[in-house]
């Protein structure tokens, strides 16, 4: 079965075509960052004009890669959530629009389920069951996964998510957008031990996280850091080093916990925070300490990219699963609601 994958969920537009039998033929991504760096985050109707413009060369473009004329095409699969209303919609009406006009089956795709799967593209995917750690721009969870469709949520940010923290700690210290890349970048020069940030919620147990704390202390560290005069570009980079080991360290002794309540071995990570290295050391160290495997996707299919929602609608097309005509999308989706195969 060869599947079209749209995704349009927040500020890429992502186009792959993915083949049950031979795999991931092409895949094509617009990145709007520089259309937002300008405001600091999303400008959410900028993010949806933009998509209307990407969409149909894009398809072309993965059309012509991969070799393939319309006529071939089993099935659209796009991200019907959750995301940017606006912007989901170009991405759910071309899907619609294009399997009409092919006489094809069109399906919404969960976004997260998307990312979740992503890790499943590479040459040694993981086996069911497992423990996937969802750290995106919008998301942090922890999320036990039987089976695609088969979720049970272990824990999650009660507010901000690693992603967001990453990005809001950049832009306070004048760093571009996206942050999580930039303080990266920044903490491998930064001295270690200058600064040391709390690991929320780790002296109590369960699996939630809370991000938005370590964002106000590395605010106040930086504040006294330009009061006190001195070098700032310093300061960033140590800023930087001393929030991400603390974000990585709060992640790794979550999954940790996680991987023992669920009895299994097997960590998945998932989503944009995925691709940051020191998070993979981490998880590494741990999961080779107690003799398991991490599995995580090639740094383009951690952040938003069509693969992912190709290979994802593909398994669900497989099962029979079909949708109508009607343009529907979703701003908020829990990922339980999703049907098991
Ligand atoms: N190397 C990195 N280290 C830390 N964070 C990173 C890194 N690379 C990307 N990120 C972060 O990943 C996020 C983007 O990931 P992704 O595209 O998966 O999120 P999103 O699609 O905006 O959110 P969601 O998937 O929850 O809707 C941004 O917050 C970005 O700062
Ligand atoms: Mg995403």
Redesign the pocket.
């Known amino acids: 079965m060869l599947v079209l994958g749209l995704e349009t ?4 537009t992502g186009v792959a075509l993915y083949d049950s039998e031979r795999g991931l033929l092409a895949d094509a991504l617009f990145s709007q960052i520089d259309l937002h760096r300008a405001y600091g985050g999303v400008v959410p109707e900028l993010a949806s004009r933009d998509h209307v413009k990407r969409m149909l060369p894009l398809i072309r473009q993965v059309l012509a890669e991969a070799g393939c004329v319309p006529s071939q095409i089993d099935a659209v699969a796009y991200t019907a959530g ?2 940017l209303v606006g912007a989901l919609l170009v991405g759910a009406a071309c899907a619609q629009a294009l399997a009409f006009a092919w006489g094809i089956p069109a399906l919404g795709v969960h ?2 389920e998307g ?1 979740l799967l992503a890790p499943m593209l590479e040459p040694q995917p993981p086996e069911f069951p497992f423990v996937a750690l969802l750290v ?4 942090t969870q922890l999320v036990r996964v039987d089976g695609i469709g088969r979720y049970e949520l272990m824990g999650e940010s009660l507010d901000d ?1 690693a ?2 923290a ?2 809001k700690t950049a832009k306070m210290m004048g760093l571009n957008y ?4 930039e ?2 970048r920044l903490a491998a020069q930064g001295v270690e031990g200058r600064f040391v940030f709390p690991r929320p919620m780790c002296d109590r147990p369960g699996l939630d996280f809370s991000f938005s704390g370590l964002k106000t202390f590395a605010l106040n560290t930086w504040q006294q850091c330009v009061g006190a005069g001195g070098d700032h570009e310093q300061a960033r980079c140590d800023i930087s080093l001393a929030f991400q080991q603390a974000v990585v360290e709060t992640l790794t002794i979550k999954c940790k916990r996680a991987l023992k309540q669920a009895g299994l071995k097997r960590l998945v990570i998932a ?3 995925s ?3 020191a ?1 993979r050391v981490s998880l590494e160290k741990m999961l080779g300490d107690m003799k398991g495997d991490v599995y995580y996707a090639r740094p383009q299919f ?3 990219n069509g693969a992912m929602i190709a290979y994802a609608g593909c398994q669900r097309l497989q099962a029979g699963q079909q949708e109508s005509l009607a343009i529907s999308v979703q701003a908020r989706w829990p990922m339980e609601q999703l049907s098991p195969l």
Do not use: R
Request: a negative charge; one cysteine or more.
């Open positions: 969920s927040c500020d890429e959750p995301g976004h997260m990312h995106s721009g919008g998301h998510a992603g967001e990453f990005d996206p942050g999580g890349p303080i990266a989503g944009g925070v691709a940051n290295k998070l951690c952040t938003d």
